[in-house]
């Protein structure tokens, strides 16, 4: 009877375990204060477009990757991004859009009151968009695809650094982030980028410490040639 209770007793304590959350999860809710930024030349001037993230727009990370109870070390667990867009083009149409982008990957640490992103992480878009005017057919649905072409811009060929997310003392908001590049333009600059919070914390920069090591690496090569085929550092004949 004992031992009956024993078992029935650690099952329910299991089953508490499993379904308490997990208060390693953030999930942060970007509908409406994170954006999609877009330049274009295709567009008249000033060809700047601005549309935030539609209702259902969520960002997760696990803030315990490695699992030892201790919050600093975070992964992307996933990203859904609904965005519904129009761009006006003046004499030549118009072009609305209606898709969603999903994120994939990326690690980091929390640092300072954010994160700062150490891995990129890689977004794809499905969804569908439709011209108006002279461009193209009228009222037609194509595969959104193809409107970087339209707006003469194309996705990046590697994953996107994400740099630094700004949060708030309860971690339950990103205030700000850097520039996610989503698609890129003439001599490969940015033409198309994500924000995650409303304060524009401009494009990415190598991390201070991957610039350290390549410095150090290139001092090692100098110094090995310095003494020459045959010796080690510290010894001289």
């Known amino acids: 009877m004992i031992r009956s209770l024993a078992v029935l007793v650690g099952v329910v ?3 508490a375990v499993a379904n308490t959350p997990r208060a390693a999860l953030l999930v942060f809710d970007v509908s409406g204060t994170g954006s999609v930024n877009e330049i274009s030349g295709f567009a008249p001037p000033p060809g700047y477009f601005i549309s935030a993230f539609g209702p259902g727009s969520s960002v997760s990370v696990e803030t315990d990757t490695n699992g030892d109870s201790i919050v ?3 992964s992307l667990l996933g990203g859904t991004l609904n965005t519904s867009r129009f761009f006006e083009l003046g004499a030549l149409g118009a072009i609305s859009t209606n898709s969603v982008a999903f994120m994939t990957g990326g690690e980091g640490a929390l ?3 954010g994160i700062v992103w150490s891995s990129p992480t890689s977004f794809s878009e499905v969804g569908t968009f439709r011209c108006f005017g002279a461009i193209c057919e009228n009222g037609v649905d194509h595969p959104i695809g193809g409107w970087l072409a339209l707006m003469s811009i194309e996705p990046p060929t590697d994953p996107t650094p994400l740099g630094r997310w700004d949060l708030d003392a309860a971690m339950s908001t990103i205030l700000g982030s850097s520039r996610a590049i989503s698609a890129l333009g003439a001599a490969g600059s ?3 980028w994500y924000l995650f919070g409303s304060n ?3 494009f ?3 991390e201070p410490g991957a610039f350290a090591l390549v410095l150090i690496g290139l001092g ?3 110094l ?3 003494k020459g085929p045959g010796q080690s550092p510290g010894r001289s004949d």
């Open 204 to 206: 990415p920069v190598p």
């Open 200 to 202: 524009d914390l401009g």
């Open 220 to 222: 090692g090569l100098a």
């Open 224 to 226: 090995r040639r310095c």
């Open 190 to 192: 940015p033409a198309s």
């Open 72 to 74: 600093g070390d975070v």
């Open 13 to 15: 304590g299991l089953l």
């Open 111 to 113: 640092i300072d009151g």
